[in-house]
């Protein structure tokens, strides 16, 4: 591990998701935020770029190659490092020599470009291999370490001072404990794998609430190497209706001694990545005092200037609060967490014990009710598509929760019903039905849900159509 301390602090940004890939004018918007705020390391891995996963066989085609020559060269010219990835492992055969070839032939590629730093990832796909492969090599660990060592001694051949990064199969502690891959999977990438390697991963987790300094070293000392964090805070591409703008967090600031970098994979919207990437950089570069709810107030003042809009301009205020409503994923920030905890007091206690609650949560709510139909005024049109389809969901609950308080004030006795919120067409759909039929407890344990019993007093149909 002591020759690792030479190798530069991996800091920056994974286009790493599922879903579109960002634009070269997003690319370049990204490198320009980059290099203002002092991170370094740009990693190419879209998931639903077909020749990333699915097609990695295929060479890219020459007006491919000079989109992806021009954003290496965008890179470049801000002084950041552009690592290039490609993911196999869906069908790659370890024991079979042309498809080495194959990975040569599109490194080939991007070093006739620029490129000078690879990465080989095989997360997320099928822990089995061919009978040959696993007759040949015994584990899946073996055979991942043999192709890769193979790639790092080839290309280092050609670029002698080559970053070289590989993701495991396990790539968090719960996978690892799960023995996904195979027993002995991480001993053996550390007893196996090239030193000079690098190694990524995510923590406890895939998207880690808290990573500690004392997991981190555990897994370094298996690894023989200290990992780098590819982090999924911020990674929204397993729930559409959600993004994440709140800080960089749950990090203390002694991690950074821990590892060999902190590369963040964020939102699939490239525009709502701002608060996210300007508290990572405030993270990596701040001294021992870290503070992330002031990181993420500085960063939300000056993400506001994104927010010009036709009419009464957006107050940071209202842009605070419905941040905290999209804050980070196992929680809101404070001021929506106190809206969720005023309207569940008035949905549960009669109107008379409201008090003060009744009067603050109308006007909050009102607030936030208002600023998310304001947003349809927003001259920047990509931050404005980011964002509608999750404000339009938030303006749609809280006017109906309004409605809901209006009513009880009047009546609290007299059923509720909205001409706006009907049956089928507000909250419906198949994966709302689904969602309805098992409800998750707080220890992550699933229970029979509402879903059939709702149907049947309803007297609707518990099966399709044909």
């Not at 300094?213 to 990992?227: D, F, M, Q, S, T």
């Not at 969901?393 to 706006?420: G, I």
Request: charged share 25%; with cysteine.
């Amino acid at each position: 591990m002591m020759a690792r301390e030479a190798d530069p602090f991996l800091a920056g940004v994974i286009e790493g998701f599922y879903g579109p890939p960002w634009s070269p004018a997003e690319r370049v918007e990204l490198f320009d935020w980059m290099a203002k705020w002092g991170l370094n390391t740009y990693l190419y891995a879209p998931k639903d770029d077909l020749k990333h996963r699915t097609l990695w066989r295929e060479l890219y085609s020459p007006e491919e190659l000079t989109a992806l020559g021009r954003c290496l060269a965008a890179a470049n010219q801000r002084g950041l490092r552009f690592i290039y990835a490609i993911g196999p492992g869906l069908d790659i055969r370890y024991s079979r020599e042309t498809d080495l070839d194959h990975l040569r032939a599109r490194f080939e590629q991007m070093m006739q470009i620029g490129c000078r730093h690879f990465a080989l990832l095989f997360d997320d796909i099928p822990d089995r291999m061919e009978t040959a492969d696993a007759k040949r090599w015994g584990s899946f660990a073996a055979a991942q370490c043999h192709l890769v060592n193979a790639m790092w001694r080839w290309t280092r051949e050609r670029v002698p001072k080559a970053r070289f990064l590989f993701c495991p199969t396990p790539y968090c502690g719960r996978m690892a404990v799960r023995q996904l891959g195979g027993a002995g999977y991480l001993a053996t990438v550390g007893k196996e794998l090239e030193p000079d390697i690098d190694v990524f991963w995510t923590g406890p987790e895939i998207i880690s609430n808290e990573i500690e300094p004392g997991h981190v070293r555990e897994v370094a000392a298996i690894l023989r190497r200290k990992p780098v964090i590819w982090d999924n805070l911020h990674a929204n591409d397993y729930d559409g209706r959600r993004f994440y703008c709140g800080p960089y967090s749950g990090r203390p600031p002694e991690l950074r001694h821990e590892v060999a970098g902190i590369l963040s994979n964020p939102n699939t919207e490239f525009p709502l990545n701002y608060v996210p990437l300007r508290t990572l950089a405030t993270f990596l570069q701040s001294p021992s005092a870290w503070t992330a709810r002031e990181a993420y107030l500085s960063a939300m003042q000056e993400w506001l200037a994104h927010f010009a809009v036709v009419g009464q301009p957006v107050t940071l205020e209202d842009l605070v609060l419905f941040g905290d409503c999209y804050y980070l994923p196992c929680g809101e920030g404070p001021e929506a967490a106190a809206l969720c905890a005023r309207a569940q007091r008035l949905v549960t206690l009669p109107p008379q014990q409201w008090g003060e609650d009744g009067r603050t949560f109308q006007q909050q709510a009102t607030r936030l009710r208002d600023f998310c139909g304001h947003l349809a005024g927003l001259r920047d049109r990509a931050l404005f598509q980011a964002l509608h389809r999750r404000a339009w969901e938030l303006r749609e609950e809280l006017d109906l929760l309004l409605s809901y308080v209006r009513s009880r004030q009047a009546d609290p006795r007299a059923p509720f019903c909205s001409d706006f919120h009907l049956p089928g067409t507000y909250r419906g759909g198949m994966v709302a039905r689904l969602q309805r039929l098992l409800t998750q407890r707080p220890d992550g344990t699933f229970v029979p849900g509402t879903g059939t019993s709702e149907r049947q007093a309803a007297g609707g149909p518990i099966t399709t159509l044909p």
